[in-house]
């Protein structure tokens, strides 16, 4: 099984630039979530998902955007990116919010200019 | 607010040695624990789960354990080896986070042959 599939892994973007990181899995898992890991800030959940169709913001939302269409897909946008925006990126995805092992994917290294 | 702290931020050991990694939370209505472990400009690897009605986990070397009461969890790993050095990540869900997982900012090992 390839479990969690992020891309792109690195990416370099201009202030005011929109982009979209994608993130797949393919174990059928309900609950899929964002994380941006941050130097001396720890990872910090962005945005979750308990199911097709179903969203909701975590502690540091503001500037971007999901959606989830299908089970398997859970992308996130950067609507107009930021210096502030640049960090690591982390998808992961569970069987169930609260009682499963989290698996991650590799990452997405993001520097805005 | 769910925070979770870990302590020592780092620590450095000979190989062969036994040690524990210490996580703390706040939060008492907890639903689970996990540890993770972090290898550099990689994905988070889940370790061990406890769920809030067990007080221990292992596997392997590995032996996770969870007081609820007194807001605690610890990772003790046995006879460490050089393969060992990473950084290891504790994340509690609870009900103040609607399950999803908070993380502490992790102790980075460092295990000497």
């Known amino acids: 099984n390839a479990g969690v599939t992020q891309t792109p892994k690195f990416q370099v973007l201009k202030t005011g630039q929109s982009m979209t990181l994608q993130c797949a899995q393919d174990?059928?898992?309900?609950?899929m979530s964002w994380y941006r890991q941050d130097p001396g800030m720890g990872l910090r959940l962005i945005h979750y998902?308990?199911?097709?169709?179903?969203?909701d913001q975590g502690e540091v939302p503001n500037g971007y955007n999901v959606s989830r269409s299908t089970t398997e897909d859970f992308p996130l946008r950067l609507l107009s990116a930021a210096p502030s925006q640049t960090s690591v990126y982390f998808c992961?995805?569970?069987?169930?919010?609260?009682?499963?092992?989290?698996?991650f994917g590799s990452g997405t290294q993001l520097s805005v200019l | 607010k769910q925070e979770v702290t870990q302590i020592p931020a780092a620590l450095s050991v000979p190989e062969g040695e036994n040690l524990v990694l210490n996580c703390s939370f706040t939060?008492?209505?907890?639903?689970?624990l996990q540890w993770f472990r972090q290898d550099p400009g990689k994905g988070l690897t889940s370790l061990l789960l406890?769920?809030?009605?067990?007080r221990e986990q292992t596997s392997g070397r590995l032996n996770a354990s969870l007081d609820k009461s007194s807001g605690r969890s610890t990772l003790y790993i046995a006879a460490s080896q050089p393969g060992d050095s990473a950084t290891y990540l504790c994340?509690?869900?609870?009900?103040?986070?609607?399950?999803?997982?908070?993380f502490g900012k992790g102790t980075k090992l460092s295990v000497k042959p």
């Open positions: 992961a995805s569970s069987q169930n919010r609260g009682g499963e092992k989290l698996f």
């Open positions: 174990m059928n898992h309900e609950y």
């Open positions: 998902s308990v199911g097709a169709g179903i969203t």
């Open positions: 939060d008492s209505a907890i639903y689970n």
């Open positions: 406890i769920q809030s009605s067990q």
């Open positions: 994340a509690a869900g609870t009900r103040g986070s609607q399950g999803n997982l908070i």
